[in-house]
Protein backbone atom coordinates (compact mmCIF):
# COMPACT_ATOMS: atom_id res chain seq x y z
CA UNK A 1 0.00 0.00 0.00
CA UNK A 2 2.81 2.46 -0.42
CA UNK A 3 1.99 5.97 -1.76
CA UNK A 4 -1.68 5.48 -1.11
CA UNK A 5 -4.09 7.48 1.21
CA UNK A 6 -7.53 7.58 2.75
CA UNK A 7 -10.06 9.81 2.55
CA UNK A 8 -12.16 11.43 5.66
CA UNK A 9 -14.80 9.39 4.45
CA UNK A 10 -12.80 6.23 3.95
CA UNK A 11 -11.08 6.47 7.46
CA UNK A 12 -14.21 7.12 8.93
CA UNK A 13 -15.71 4.02 7.78
CA UNK A 14 -13.05 1.97 8.60
CA UNK A 15 -13.24 3.33 12.32
CA UNK A 16 -16.78 3.10 12.74
CA UNK A 17 -17.24 6.74 12.99
CA UNK A 18 -19.03 9.86 11.80
CA UNK A 19 -17.06 11.81 9.31
CA UNK A 20 -16.84 14.95 12.01
CA UNK A 21 -15.65 12.75 14.99
CA UNK A 22 -12.77 11.55 11.93
CA UNK A 23 -11.91 15.53 11.00
CA UNK A 24 -12.30 16.46 14.82
CA UNK A 25 -9.66 14.23 15.81
CA UNK A 26 -7.60 15.20 13.15
CA UNK A 27 -8.00 19.10 14.28
CA UNK A 28 -7.48 18.09 17.81
CA UNK A 29 -3.95 16.47 16.35
CA UNK A 30 -5.33 12.76 17.88
CA UNK A 31 -5.30 11.57 14.09
CA UNK A 32 -2.11 12.85 11.60
CA UNK A 33 -3.51 13.68 8.36
CA UNK A 34 -2.47 15.87 5.41
CA UNK A 35 -4.53 18.34 4.25
CA UNK A 36 -4.77 19.03 -0.11
CA UNK A 37 -6.45 22.31 -0.51
CA UNK A 38 -10.02 21.33 1.59
CA UNK A 39 -9.42 17.49 1.69
CA UNK A 40 -7.65 15.50 4.20
CA UNK A 41 -5.43 12.48 3.25
CA UNK A 42 -4.49 9.54 5.95
CA UNK A 43 -2.07 7.27 5.81
CA UNK A 44 -3.38 3.52 6.11
CA UNK A 45 -0.78 2.81 8.92
CA UNK A 46 -1.74 6.14 11.11
CA UNK A 47 -5.62 4.95 11.03
CA UNK A 48 -5.05 1.34 12.27
CA UNK A 49 -2.78 2.94 14.71
CA UNK A 50 -5.43 5.15 15.80
CA UNK A 51 -8.16 2.56 16.00
CA UNK A 52 -5.85 -0.06 18.56
CA UNK A 53 -5.21 3.07 20.89
CA UNK A 54 -7.48 2.57 23.56
CA UNK A 55 -10.38 5.62 23.61
CA UNK A 56 -12.20 7.01 26.18
CA UNK A 57 -15.78 6.47 24.50
CA UNK A 58 -16.87 10.19 25.61
CA UNK A 59 -18.47 11.87 28.70
CA UNK A 60 -18.01 10.29 32.12
CA UNK A 61 -21.62 9.31 33.53
CA UNK A 62 -22.14 11.39 36.43
CA UNK A 63 -23.85 10.02 39.32
CA UNK A 64 -25.77 12.23 41.46
CA UNK A 65 -26.53 11.19 45.22
CA UNK A 66 -30.08 12.43 46.37
CA UNK A 67 -30.52 12.92 50.14
CA UNK A 68 -32.92 9.38 50.60
CA UNK A 69 -29.56 7.32 48.43
CA UNK A 70 -27.09 9.39 51.22
CA UNK A 71 -29.60 8.25 54.30
CA UNK A 72 -30.18 11.47 55.30
CA UNK A 73 -34.15 11.65 54.49
CA UNK A 74 -35.96 8.46 55.71
CA UNK A 75 -38.08 6.23 53.17
CA UNK A 76 -41.79 7.78 52.75
CA UNK A 77 -44.51 5.75 51.94
CA UNK A 78 -47.42 7.53 50.44
CA UNK A 79 -47.73 10.89 48.33
CA UNK A 80 -45.21 13.46 49.64
CA UNK A 81 -46.20 16.64 51.51
CA UNK A 82 -47.28 19.69 50.08
CA UNK A 83 -45.29 22.50 50.86
CA UNK A 84 -46.86 25.14 53.03
CA UNK A 85 -47.40 28.81 51.60
Do not use: C, N
Not at 36 to 61: N, S
Not at 66 to 78: F, S, Y
Amino acid sequence: MAGTTLTVGEAARILDMDPSAVRRAILQGRLPATKFGRDWALRPEDVAAYQRRPHRGGRPRRTIATKRDTGDLPPTGGEPERARR
